[in-house]
Protein backbone atom coordinates (compact mmCIF):
# COMPACT_ATOMS: atom_id res chain seq x y z
CA UNK A 1 0.00 0.00 0.00
CA UNK A 2 2.74 2.57 1.18
CA UNK A 3 4.22 1.93 -2.53
CA UNK A 4 1.19 3.10 -3.80
CA UNK A 5 0.37 6.06 -1.95
CA UNK A 6 3.79 7.42 -2.62
CA UNK A 7 3.37 7.08 -6.57
CA UNK A 8 -0.10 8.54 -5.83
CA UNK A 9 1.46 11.68 -4.03
CA UNK A 10 4.22 12.27 -6.52
CA UNK A 11 1.85 12.39 -9.19
CA UNK A 12 -0.45 14.94 -6.82
CA UNK A 13 2.78 16.96 -6.79
CA UNK A 14 3.56 17.16 -9.95
CA UNK A 15 0.24 18.73 -11.16
CA UNK A 16 1.18 21.21 -8.06
CA UNK A 17 -1.67 20.09 -6.02
CA UNK A 18 -0.02 18.82 -2.96
CA UNK A 19 -1.85 19.89 0.17
CA UNK A 20 0.09 20.37 3.63
CA UNK A 21 -1.46 21.07 6.83
CA UNK A 22 -0.52 24.69 8.05
CA UNK A 23 -0.56 25.20 11.65
CA UNK A 24 -1.57 28.34 12.61
CA UNK A 25 -2.70 30.29 15.73
CA UNK A 26 -5.61 33.02 15.68
CA UNK A 27 -4.68 36.31 17.23
CA UNK A 28 -7.77 37.80 17.04
CA UNK A 29 -10.83 37.86 14.37
CA UNK A 30 -8.88 38.86 11.59
CA UNK A 31 -5.40 37.90 11.54
CA UNK A 32 -3.25 34.91 12.70
CA UNK A 33 -0.06 33.41 13.48
CA UNK A 34 2.02 31.54 10.87
CA UNK A 35 5.32 30.44 10.97
CA UNK A 36 6.30 33.36 13.12
CA UNK A 37 4.44 35.44 11.14
CA UNK A 38 1.17 38.13 11.68
CA UNK A 39 -1.17 37.36 8.73
CA UNK A 40 -4.46 39.06 7.54
CA UNK A 41 -6.76 35.95 7.38
CA UNK A 42 -8.98 36.32 4.03
CA UNK A 43 -10.38 32.80 3.77
CA UNK A 44 -12.53 32.39 7.07
CA UNK A 45 -16.02 31.72 6.41
CA UNK A 46 -17.04 33.17 9.40
CA UNK A 47 -18.84 36.47 7.52
CA UNK A 48 -20.33 38.02 10.39
CA UNK A 49 -16.94 37.56 12.99
CA UNK A 50 -19.11 35.85 15.24
CA UNK A 51 -16.49 33.07 16.01
CA UNK A 52 -15.02 36.01 18.16
CA UNK A 53 -17.84 37.79 19.39
CA UNK A 54 -17.94 37.67 23.82
CA UNK A 55 -21.27 36.88 23.82
CA UNK A 56 -20.97 33.87 21.59
CA UNK A 57 -17.68 32.75 23.90
CA UNK A 58 -18.86 33.40 26.70
CA UNK A 59 -22.26 30.97 25.99
CA UNK A 60 -19.36 28.56 24.96
CA UNK A 61 -17.75 28.56 28.06
CA UNK A 62 -20.50 28.30 30.26
CA UNK A 63 -22.42 25.50 28.71
CA UNK A 64 -19.38 23.84 29.03
CA UNK A 65 -19.01 24.58 32.73
CA UNK A 66 -22.33 23.72 32.96
CA UNK A 67 -23.00 20.80 31.29
CA UNK A 68 -19.27 19.19 30.66
CA UNK A 69 -16.83 19.65 27.82
CA UNK A 70 -18.56 16.94 25.36
CA UNK A 71 -21.92 14.37 25.71
CA UNK A 72 -19.96 11.81 24.10
CA UNK A 73 -22.65 9.67 23.07
CA UNK A 74 -25.26 9.79 20.19
CA UNK A 75 -28.32 11.71 20.78
CA UNK A 76 -30.14 8.29 20.08
CA UNK A 77 -28.31 6.24 22.72
CA UNK A 78 -27.79 8.70 25.72
CA UNK A 79 -30.68 11.56 24.87
CA UNK A 80 -30.62 14.96 23.66
CA UNK A 81 -29.71 17.56 25.50
CA UNK A 82 -31.82 20.55 26.79
CA UNK A 83 -29.87 23.04 24.01
CA UNK A 84 -30.62 20.45 21.51
CA UNK A 85 -34.35 21.09 21.39
CA UNK A 86 -33.72 25.15 21.87
CA UNK A 87 -31.32 25.69 18.93
CA UNK A 88 -33.52 23.24 16.78
CA UNK A 89 -36.68 25.33 17.62
CA UNK A 90 -34.86 28.75 17.67
CA UNK A 91 -33.13 27.91 13.68
CA UNK A 92 -36.69 26.44 12.48
CA UNK A 93 -38.20 29.56 13.54
CA UNK A 94 -35.40 32.06 11.93
CA UNK A 95 -35.89 30.70 9.10
CA UNK A 96 -39.37 29.92 8.79
CA UNK A 97 -40.05 25.98 8.95
CA UNK A 98 -42.11 23.66 11.01
CA UNK A 99 -39.17 21.86 12.15
CA UNK A 100 -35.48 22.12 12.52
CA UNK A 101 -32.70 18.94 13.00
CA UNK A 102 -29.05 19.56 13.80
CA UNK A 103 -26.71 17.06 12.62
CA UNK A 104 -22.29 17.73 13.45
CA UNK A 105 -21.55 18.89 10.53
CA UNK A 106 -22.66 20.15 6.95
CA UNK A 107 -20.87 17.39 5.32
CA UNK A 108 -22.87 14.59 7.50
CA UNK A 109 -26.49 16.93 7.27
CA UNK A 110 -25.99 16.65 2.97
CA UNK A 111 -25.39 12.99 3.00
CA UNK A 112 -28.01 12.50 5.48
CA UNK A 113 -30.40 14.25 3.86
CA UNK A 114 -29.60 13.01 0.27
CA UNK A 115 -28.84 9.24 0.84
CA UNK A 116 -32.05 8.94 3.03
CA UNK A 117 -34.75 11.00 1.68
CA UNK A 118 -34.36 9.48 -2.16
CA UNK A 119 -34.64 5.80 -3.44
CA UNK A 120 -33.70 3.25 -5.99
CA UNK A 121 -36.54 4.34 -8.50
CA UNK A 122 -35.70 8.37 -8.02
CA UNK A 123 -33.82 10.99 -9.57
CA UNK A 124 -31.45 13.20 -8.42
CA UNK A 125 -30.60 16.63 -10.38
CA UNK A 126 -27.83 18.52 -9.14
CA UNK A 127 -25.73 21.36 -9.91
CA UNK A 128 -22.94 20.79 -11.84
CA UNK A 129 -20.74 23.26 -9.84
CA UNK A 130 -22.38 21.63 -6.63
CA UNK A 131 -20.20 21.07 -3.12
CA UNK A 132 -18.16 17.93 -3.18
CA UNK A 133 -20.52 16.88 0.20
CA UNK A 134 -23.85 17.25 -1.84
CA UNK A 135 -22.07 15.00 -4.91
CA UNK A 136 -20.76 12.50 -2.68
CA UNK A 137 -24.14 12.48 -1.17
CA UNK A 138 -25.68 11.83 -4.49
CA UNK A 139 -23.12 9.02 -4.94
CA UNK A 140 -24.07 7.33 -2.00
CA UNK A 141 -27.84 7.63 -3.01
CA UNK A 142 -29.41 4.66 -5.10
CA UNK A 143 -31.47 7.24 -7.25
CA UNK A 144 -30.69 8.14 -10.82
CA UNK A 145 -28.05 11.32 -11.11
CA UNK A 146 -28.38 13.94 -13.59
CA UNK A 147 -26.09 16.49 -13.77
CA UNK A 148 -27.21 20.28 -14.99
CA UNK A 149 -25.35 22.95 -16.34
CA UNK A 150 -24.15 25.59 -13.39
CA UNK A 151 -27.29 27.81 -12.74
CA UNK A 152 -28.80 26.76 -16.39
CA UNK A 153 -32.72 26.49 -15.65
CA UNK A 154 -33.17 25.66 -19.44
CA UNK A 155 -30.59 22.68 -19.38
CA UNK A 156 -32.00 21.36 -15.98
CA UNK A 157 -36.05 21.81 -17.69
CA UNK A 158 -34.85 20.21 -20.93
CA UNK A 159 -33.38 17.06 -18.91
CA UNK A 160 -36.33 16.89 -16.66
CA UNK A 161 -38.51 16.51 -19.88
CA UNK A 162 -36.13 14.05 -20.94
CA UNK A 163 -36.30 11.81 -17.71
CA UNK A 164 -38.58 8.97 -17.60
CA UNK A 165 -37.65 7.55 -14.11
CA UNK A 166 -40.44 5.98 -12.43
CA UNK A 167 -39.78 7.49 -8.94
CA UNK A 168 -40.16 10.76 -7.41
CA UNK A 169 -37.46 14.13 -8.68
CA UNK A 170 -35.42 15.78 -6.77
CA UNK A 171 -33.83 19.02 -7.69
CA UNK A 172 -30.43 19.85 -5.36
CA UNK A 173 -28.67 23.36 -5.38
CA UNK A 174 -26.82 25.53 -3.65
CA UNK A 175 -28.14 28.97 -2.99
CA UNK A 176 -24.30 30.91 -3.04
CA UNK A 177 -21.77 28.22 -4.51
CA UNK A 178 -19.21 28.13 -1.90
CA UNK A 179 -16.37 28.22 -4.82
CA UNK A 180 -17.67 30.75 -7.18
CA UNK A 181 -19.28 33.51 -4.79
CA UNK A 182 -22.63 33.38 -7.42
CA UNK A 183 -26.55 32.77 -6.25
CA UNK A 184 -28.44 30.36 -7.67
CA UNK A 185 -31.98 31.13 -9.72
CA UNK A 186 -34.00 30.30 -6.47
CA UNK A 187 -36.99 31.79 -8.01
CA UNK A 188 -36.61 29.89 -11.17
CA UNK A 189 -36.05 26.58 -9.49
CA UNK A 190 -39.65 27.31 -7.53
CA UNK A 191 -40.91 28.22 -10.47
CA UNK A 192 -39.83 25.39 -12.23
CA UNK A 193 -41.10 22.92 -9.29
CA UNK A 194 -44.68 24.23 -9.55
CA UNK A 195 -44.62 22.92 -13.00
CA UNK A 196 -42.70 19.62 -12.77
CA UNK A 197 -43.02 18.84 -9.16
CA UNK A 198 -39.78 17.99 -7.99
CA UNK A 199 -38.82 18.46 -4.46
CA UNK A 200 -36.55 20.84 -3.64
CA UNK A 201 -33.10 20.43 -1.77
CA UNK A 202 -31.16 24.54 -0.92
CA UNK A 203 -28.26 23.83 0.95
CA UNK A 204 -27.62 27.39 2.39
CA UNK A 205 -24.45 27.07 4.06
CA UNK A 206 -23.01 30.49 2.50
CA UNK A 207 -26.20 32.48 2.34
CA UNK A 208 -27.63 32.19 5.89
CA UNK A 209 -27.28 35.24 7.97
CA UNK A 210 -25.55 36.81 5.53
CA UNK A 211 -28.22 37.12 2.52
CA UNK A 212 -32.02 38.39 2.50
CA UNK A 213 -33.18 41.58 4.33
CA UNK A 214 -33.01 39.47 7.45
CA UNK A 215 -29.91 37.52 6.78
CA UNK A 216 -32.49 34.45 6.42
CA UNK A 217 -30.49 33.52 3.38
CA UNK A 218 -30.51 32.99 -0.54
CA UNK A 219 -33.78 31.55 -0.21
CA UNK A 220 -35.04 35.06 1.28
CA UNK A 221 -33.11 36.99 -0.87
CA UNK A 222 -35.61 35.95 -3.86
CA UNK A 223 -38.41 36.97 -1.35
CA UNK A 224 -39.48 32.88 -0.85
CA UNK A 225 -38.31 32.31 2.79
CA UNK A 226 -39.24 28.76 4.18
CA UNK A 227 -40.11 27.70 1.11
CA UNK A 228 -37.97 25.03 -0.08
CA UNK A 229 -39.14 21.24 0.56
CA UNK A 230 -36.21 21.02 2.44
CA UNK A 231 -33.21 23.33 3.51
CA UNK A 232 -29.82 23.25 5.04
CA UNK A 233 -27.01 25.11 6.14
CA UNK A 234 -24.50 25.20 8.57
CA UNK A 235 -23.48 26.67 11.70
CA UNK A 236 -20.00 27.03 11.00
CA UNK A 237 -19.52 29.87 8.68
CA UNK A 238 -21.56 33.18 9.14
CA UNK A 239 -22.77 31.60 12.81
CA UNK A 240 -19.00 31.41 13.86
CA UNK A 241 -19.68 28.12 15.73
CA UNK A 242 -19.90 24.54 14.07
CA UNK A 243 -22.29 21.94 13.31
CA UNK A 244 -25.14 22.19 10.75
CA UNK A 245 -28.99 21.92 10.37
CA UNK A 246 -31.92 20.57 7.84
CA UNK A 247 -35.08 22.05 7.75
CA UNK A 248 -38.28 21.18 6.44
CA UNK A 249 -41.97 19.40 7.56
CA UNK A 250 -42.20 17.52 10.86
CA UNK A 251 -42.34 14.43 9.00
CA UNK A 252 -38.93 14.99 6.88
CA UNK A 253 -37.30 15.68 10.09
CA UNK A 254 -38.32 12.39 12.01
CA UNK A 255 -37.60 10.54 8.98
CA UNK A 256 -34.26 11.35 9.28
CA UNK A 257 -33.98 10.53 12.96
CA UNK A 258 -34.84 7.10 12.16
CA UNK A 259 -33.42 6.53 8.96
CA UNK A 260 -30.17 9.02 8.48
CA UNK A 261 -27.16 6.73 9.45
CA UNK A 262 -24.96 10.33 9.44
CA UNK A 263 -27.45 11.22 12.50
CA UNK A 264 -27.95 8.17 14.13
CA UNK A 265 -24.18 7.14 14.47
CA UNK A 266 -22.13 9.57 15.29
CA UNK A 267 -21.70 11.39 18.37
CA UNK A 268 -23.91 14.61 19.74
CA UNK A 269 -22.46 17.91 19.61
CA UNK A 270 -20.08 19.30 22.33
CA UNK A 271 -22.84 21.50 24.78
CA UNK A 272 -20.39 24.85 24.04
CA UNK A 273 -21.16 24.28 20.63
CA UNK A 274 -24.85 24.00 20.69
CA UNK A 275 -24.59 27.09 23.13
CA UNK A 276 -22.85 29.19 20.79
CA UNK A 277 -24.97 28.58 18.03
CA UNK A 278 -27.46 29.19 20.13
CA UNK A 279 -26.09 33.09 20.54
CA UNK A 280 -25.31 33.18 17.08
CA UNK A 281 -28.70 32.97 16.35
CA UNK A 282 -29.81 35.77 18.63
CA UNK A 283 -26.89 38.24 17.73
CA UNK A 284 -27.62 37.76 14.44
CA UNK A 285 -31.77 38.55 14.49
CA UNK A 286 -30.79 41.20 17.23
CA UNK A 287 -28.31 43.06 15.17
CA UNK A 288 -29.15 44.34 11.77
CA UNK A 289 -25.55 46.20 11.95
CA UNK A 290 -23.59 43.45 11.76
CA UNK A 291 -25.37 42.42 8.49
CA UNK A 292 -25.30 46.31 6.73
CA UNK A 293 -21.13 46.22 8.36
CA UNK A 294 -20.20 43.26 6.00
CA UNK A 295 -22.05 44.66 3.14
CA UNK A 296 -20.41 47.56 3.66
CA UNK A 297 -17.09 45.53 3.33
CA UNK A 298 -18.35 43.87 0.57
CA UNK A 299 -18.91 46.56 -1.69
CA UNK A 300 -15.58 48.36 -0.97
CA UNK A 301 -13.55 45.36 -1.83
CA UNK A 302 -15.65 44.49 -4.17
CA UNK A 303 -15.54 48.20 -5.67
CA UNK A 304 -11.76 48.37 -5.37
CA UNK A 305 -10.98 45.01 -7.02
CA UNK A 306 -13.02 45.56 -9.93
CA UNK A 307 -11.78 49.01 -10.13
CA UNK A 308 -8.03 47.20 -10.59
CA UNK A 309 -9.14 45.05 -13.28
CA UNK A 310 -10.04 41.61 -11.87
CA UNK A 311 -12.66 39.83 -13.09
CA UNK A 312 -14.97 38.59 -10.48
CA UNK A 313 -16.98 36.24 -12.49
CA UNK A 314 -20.80 36.39 -11.52
CA UNK A 315 -19.86 36.20 -8.14
CA UNK A 316 -21.99 38.43 -5.37
CA UNK A 317 -21.15 38.11 -2.16
CA UNK A 318 -18.92 38.07 0.55
CA UNK A 319 -17.10 35.16 -1.34
CA UNK A 320 -14.76 36.67 -3.95
CA UNK A 321 -12.83 34.11 -6.78
CA UNK A 322 -9.88 35.04 -8.35
CA UNK A 323 -9.81 32.57 -10.86
CA UNK A 324 -5.95 32.20 -12.31
CA UNK A 325 -6.69 28.98 -14.22
CA UNK A 326 -3.61 26.37 -13.77
CA UNK A 327 -2.92 25.17 -10.32
CA UNK A 328 0.70 25.97 -10.39
CA UNK A 329 -0.08 29.45 -11.06
CA UNK A 330 -2.61 29.63 -8.44
CA UNK A 331 -0.05 28.55 -6.00
CA UNK A 332 2.27 30.91 -7.44
CA UNK A 333 0.27 33.87 -6.20
CA UNK A 334 -0.95 32.32 -3.18
CA UNK A 335 3.23 32.37 -2.33
CA UNK A 336 3.14 36.36 -3.24
CA UNK A 337 0.41 37.00 -1.35
CA UNK A 338 1.60 34.83 1.96
CA UNK A 339 5.13 37.39 1.45
CA UNK A 340 3.12 40.28 1.75
CA UNK A 341 0.99 38.54 4.48
CA UNK A 342 -2.20 38.39 3.74
CA UNK A 343 -3.44 34.64 3.83
CA UNK A 344 -5.58 33.22 1.25
CA UNK A 345 -5.35 29.57 -0.07
CA UNK A 346 -4.83 28.62 -3.55
CA UNK A 347 -7.62 26.27 -4.19
CA UNK A 348 -7.24 23.67 -6.82
CA UNK A 349 -8.80 20.47 -8.38
CA UNK A 350 -10.64 17.76 -7.43
CA UNK A 351 -12.43 21.22 -5.32
CA UNK A 352 -12.99 23.24 -8.28
CA UNK A 353 -12.96 21.82 -11.76
CA UNK A 354 -9.63 21.17 -13.58
CA UNK A 355 -8.03 24.60 -15.54
CA UNK A 356 -10.22 27.08 -12.89
CA UNK A 357 -7.66 27.20 -10.15
CA UNK A 358 -8.15 30.15 -7.75
CA UNK A 359 -7.73 32.14 -5.02
CA UNK A 360 -11.13 32.87 -3.07
CA UNK A 361 -11.05 35.17 -0.74
CA UNK A 362 -14.05 36.21 2.12
CA UNK A 363 -14.84 39.06 3.33
CA UNK A 364 -16.04 39.21 6.57
CA UNK A 365 -17.12 42.17 8.95
CA UNK A 366 -14.35 42.70 11.17
CA UNK A 367 -12.03 44.01 8.41
CA UNK A 368 -11.40 47.29 9.02
CA UNK A 369 -10.70 50.31 6.64
CA UNK A 370 -6.75 50.15 7.20
CA UNK A 371 -7.46 46.21 6.67
CA UNK A 372 -9.15 46.30 3.73
CA UNK A 373 -6.91 48.99 1.88
CA UNK A 374 -3.90 46.83 2.50
CA UNK A 375 -5.36 43.43 1.35
CA UNK A 376 -6.39 45.22 -2.47
CA UNK A 377 -3.20 46.40 -2.19
CA UNK A 378 -1.65 43.07 -1.72
CA UNK A 379 -3.93 41.63 -4.25
CA UNK A 380 -3.10 44.14 -7.01
CA UNK A 381 0.43 43.98 -6.37
CA UNK A 382 0.24 39.75 -6.65
CA UNK A 383 -2.57 40.13 -9.57
CA UNK A 384 -0.02 42.69 -11.45
CA UNK A 385 3.04 40.33 -10.77
CA UNK A 386 0.92 36.79 -11.72
CA UNK A 387 -0.60 38.72 -15.13
CA UNK A 388 -4.31 38.87 -13.81
CA UNK A 389 -4.43 42.78 -14.29
N1 LIG B 1 -22.28 22.75 1.94
C1 LIG B 1 -21.52 23.75 1.49
C2 LIG B 1 -22.03 24.57 0.35
C3 LIG B 1 -20.28 24.03 2.08
O1 LIG B 1 -19.52 25.02 1.60
C4 LIG B 1 -19.84 23.23 3.16
C5 LIG B 1 -18.52 23.48 3.88
N2 LIG B 1 -17.58 24.18 3.28
C6 LIG B 1 -20.66 22.18 3.57
C7 LIG B 1 -21.86 21.97 2.97
C8 LIG B 1 -20.19 21.27 4.67
O2 LIG B 1 -20.34 21.86 5.91
P1 LIG B 1 -19.41 21.45 7.13
O3 LIG B 1 -18.14 22.20 6.98
O4 LIG B 1 -20.20 21.83 8.34
O5 LIG B 1 -19.22 19.97 7.03
Avoid at 192 to 198: D, K
Wanted: charged fraction near 25%; charge should be positive; include cysteine.
Amino acid sequence: MRDRLKVNLENIKQKGNYRAIRHVKPLDASWILFNGKKFLNLCSNSYLSLHAHPQVIEAAAEAAHKYGAGTCSSRSISGSIELYRVLEDEIASYKCYPSGLVFSTGYMANMGVIATLTEKDDVIFSDELNHSSLIDSTRLSRAKKVIYRHRDMNDLEGKIRKDRSKGIKFVVSESVFSMDGDIAPVADLVELRNRYGYQLILDDAHGTGVFGDTGRGGAEFFRLTGSMDVEMATFGKSFGSFGAFVLGDKIVTDYLVNRARTFMYTTALSPSVLAASIASIRLIKDNPSFRDDLWGNIEYIRRHMRDAGFDLKDSIGPIVPVVVGEDAKAVEMQHILMEKGVFIQAVRPPTVPPGTSRLRLTVVRSLTMDEMDFAINVLKYAGKKAGLI
